[in-house]
């Protein structure tokens, strides 16, 4: 069990002696002091306990999670068996309240923190033995599967004990899967692909000038924040008989009075040899963000046609029929040839 103190005592107990029930950021840099182990005491064997939520509900989820609401309020419990109750009261005979942090998957993870307690006086179990209370999920708490990260028990000599490493020990651990219809918690999603021209697509020369023009539009659905339009990226892979040779960003741009974007592969000159066959170019990947913040990028084919199947991923140009050889220049002539020189 690791103890750690704490230097501002139990922030996240009310001052005036009332019961906490708010996030305490604080927490975090709690938990990055080094820990030590108590020899007071003998860890409990078997199992700790469980943490709940909604204890005097009669159905319990199988799969452990309540679906709940932002701005919900929500019974919170605590109970711990007798060896592991003891065994607390030993190590922290003034305990006052405790502190649990529940986490989401997302890297960096989304935090909620519920504590209870009151640093006037001891804390008690309810009648049905549970340490806890009711606790309000804020209006502002992010969508996300969330699940108990730390368990911090508080002494009234500004420490904490962490269970942390005793979490596996707790006969059942229950989640909270968070919905908050007022905050945007998903990237927008691909709809559709429209591919402008038909094949065959021919490579174009015009004096001189080799040239490739592909144009495909970007169709995104984004339900509660909108897309933020300027953000699009879109790359092709440029593969010249058979090679890849490069790796280019589209233009991009929203189409006015419309939901899609259009994105133009435009290439005059490219490091591509007079003899060449057939130039392919590949859609790569692509990534957009919504006004939230919120970040959809698909990278290969596989996950783009997951999100838009049936749409055209590459196009092939070919060498027109009439194509002039590769250039000789005429040093007699060519006004870009300097003249002799006689030393």
């Known amino acids: 069990m690791r103890k750690v103190f704490i230097g501002l005592g139990l922030a ?21 002091v080094p820990a030590e182990l108590s020899e007071s005491a003998p860890a409990p064997a078997g199992p700790y306990g469980s943490i709940v939520f909604f204890p005097t509900s009669e159905s319990r989820p199988s799969d452990e999670r309540f679906r709940v609401q932002a701005g919900q309020e929500i019974p919170v ?7 592991a109750s003891a065994y607390l009261d030993k190590l922290s005979a003034k305990a006052i309240g405790f502190l649990l942090i529940l986490e989401d998957s997302s890297d960096p993870p989304k935090r909620l923190s519920i504590a209870m307690g009151n640093r006037l006086q001891r804390l008690k179990t309810d009648a049905s033995g549970c340490f806890g209370g009711d606790w309000k999920l804020p ?3 992010q969508p996300g599967v969330y699940q108990v990260a730390d368990l911090f028990w508080a002494a009234s000599d500004e420490s904490f004990y962490s269970l942390r490493n005793y979490l596996y020990e707790f006969q059942r ?22 591919t402008y021209k ?9 004096s001189g000038v080799l040239r490739i ?11 509660v924040s909108g897309l933020e339009k300027n953000s699009l990226r879109v790359f092709y892979r440029v593969e010249v008989d ?74 092939e140009f070919s060498r027109g029929k009439k194509w002039p050889q590769k250039p000789e220049l005429d040093l007699e002539r060519d006004p870009n040839v300097p003249p002799k020189v006689n030393f």
């Open 139 to 141: 209006e502002t708490a």
């Open 173 to 194: 651990v229950e989640e909270l899967e968070v919905q908050n219809p007022r905050i945007d918690g998903e990237a927008p999603k691909l709809i559709r692909i429209v």
């Open 242 to 315: 058979g090679t890849t040779v490069d790796l280019l960003e589209a233009k991009c741009k929203p189409v006015p009075q419309s939901k899609r974007l259009r994105c133009m592969m435009d290439i005059a000159n490219p490091n591509i040899l007079w003899g060449l066959n057939k130039v392919t170019l590949h859609l790569e990947s692509l990534s957009i963000r919504d006004k939230a913040g919120n970040a959809l990028s698909l990278k290969g084919a596989e996950a783009i046609l997951a999100q838009a199947p049936g749409s055209r991923l590459e196009a």
């Open 198 to 206: 038909r094949p065959p697509y021919k490579v174009q020369f015009y």
């Open 12 to 32: 996240f107990l009310a001052a005036a002696g009332g019961p906490a029930k708010a996030d305490a950021p604080g927490v975090k840099a709690a938990e990055s």
């Open 213 to 223: 023009r592909f144009e495909q539009g970007f169709e995104f659905e984004d339900k």
């Open 77 to 83: 419990c605590v109970r711990l068996s007798a060896q």
